[in-house]
């Protein structure tokens, strides 16, 4: 049966999880297709994504003048260039080069994404880790054709627990999910931290790559001190936000899903903690608000359409960083 959320008259959560992610496929997909910082446009009928400039990887596809942030340097070329120019001195066997005659190449690359989701195994978050599971299996073929990578880390325990590193394995990392289990603390500073290391190193081994974090947490970290009457002055939540600050000199995406939202003003601890991690980050905060008696069920398509948009606003954003 379908069963109406009190929040929105128009809304109903779907009778299944499959029903749900069969009805976001689409989206999905299309939203991934729209966030490619294309600068080449791809061969009429090809499926590959368009191509982006690298100084590192990818083929030498054209030369341009000599840039240091957009193009490496081609001495072969800025030679001949040069001598066709009449700056080589026959007589006394001399070449005089100028800044304005060096020569670059232009390096292009297929543009892949790297997902890296740092979940939080909560009653509130459980129906959405079912959901990216649905969708991570049933989105796998194109991942794998377009070069993605996904990494899962779990909030669970005494530290955050890095269950796959990036692969473009996604059944696995979909199968990891459905091993996330209740394992008593939050180490959410820890989580954030790995998933920030993870970033950088993807950035390094692969330029050519944009990663986005996608944080799925009610956002009460632990363990908690005691001694501290102000949760919010408790070094557990003043250390995920010192974390969150790497992100913005990073200028790695954070988006952050907090499904515990009991109101607008959000005066909750973690509520407060979820708007100080993202204005420290740069990122976006997805609130949801829901009863908790209703916290337990699949989340609604309206819920889904807003997490879907704002996964695909965090990359637009970060492709005109970068």
Same mark, same amino acid.
């Given at each position: ?26 989206s999905f997909l299309k939203f991934i297709k729209s966030i490619r910082r294309t600068q080449a446009v791809a061969a009429r009928g090809s499926r590959r994504r368009g191509a982006v400039s690298s100084l ?118 979909? !199968?990891? /999910?459905?091993?996330? $289990?209740?394992?008593? +603390?939050?180490? =959410? ?47 557990v939540y003043r250390n995920a936000v010192s974390v969150a600050a790497y992100y913005k000199k990073r200028r790695i995406s954070l988006l952050v899903i ?36 209703? !916290?337990? /069920?699949?989340?609604? $398509?309206?819920?889904? +359409?807003?997490? =879907? ?14």
């Amino acid at each position: 049966m379908n069963i109406p959320l009190p929040e929105y008259a128009e809304d109903r959560l779907f009778s299944s999880f499959e029903g749900l992610y069969r009805s976001t496929k689409s989206s999905f997909l299309k939203f991934i297709k729209s966030i490619r910082r294309t600068q080449a446009v791809a061969a009429r009928g090809s499926r590959r994504r368009g191509a982006v400039s690298s100084l590192t990887t990818g083929r030498n596809i054209r030369i341009v003048r000599y840039s240091q942030e957009s193009s490496k340097l081609a001495p072969v070329q800025t030679i001949i260039s040069s001598v066709l120019k009449g700056n080589y001195d026959l007589k006394n066997r001399e070449l005089a080069i100028t800044d304005d005659d060096l020569l670059g190449w232009r390096r292009s690359e297929y543009e892949s994404l790297t997902l890296i989701l740092v979940v939080d195994v909560s009653k509130s978050t459980r129906p959405f880790i079912k959901v990216f599971q649905e969708i991570l299996k049933s989105m796998t073929g194109y991942f794998n054709q377009h070069n993605d990578r996904v990494g899962l880390i779990s909030l669970q325990g005494l530290q955050a627990q890095i269950f796959n590193h990036p692969t473009h394995n996604f059944r696995v990392v979909a !199968r990891g /999910l459905t091993k996330l $289990k209740f394992h008593g +603390e939050t180490p =959410l500073a820890d989580g954030l931290f790995k998933a920030y290391n993870m970033a950088k190193l993807e950035k390094a081994k692969n330029p050519g790559s944009r990663s986005i974090v996608i944080l799925l947490s009610d956002c009460y970290p632990e363990p908690t001190t005691p001694e501290y009457d102000n949760k919010l002055e408790d070094p557990v939540y003043r250390n995920a936000v010192s974390v969150a600050a790497y992100y913005k000199k990073r200028r790695i995406s954070l988006l952050v899903i907090n499904p515990a939202f009991q109101s607008e003003e959000g005066k909750l601890p973690g509520e407060i903690l979820s708007k100080r991690i993202v204005e420290a980050s740069g990122g976006k905060l997805i609130k949801l608000f829901r009863p908790k008696d209703l !916290r337990e /069920l699949p989340p609604s $398509k309206k819920e889904m +359409e807003m997490i =879907l948009s704002n996964v695909e606003a965090s990359l637009s954003q970060s492709s005109r960083q970068t």
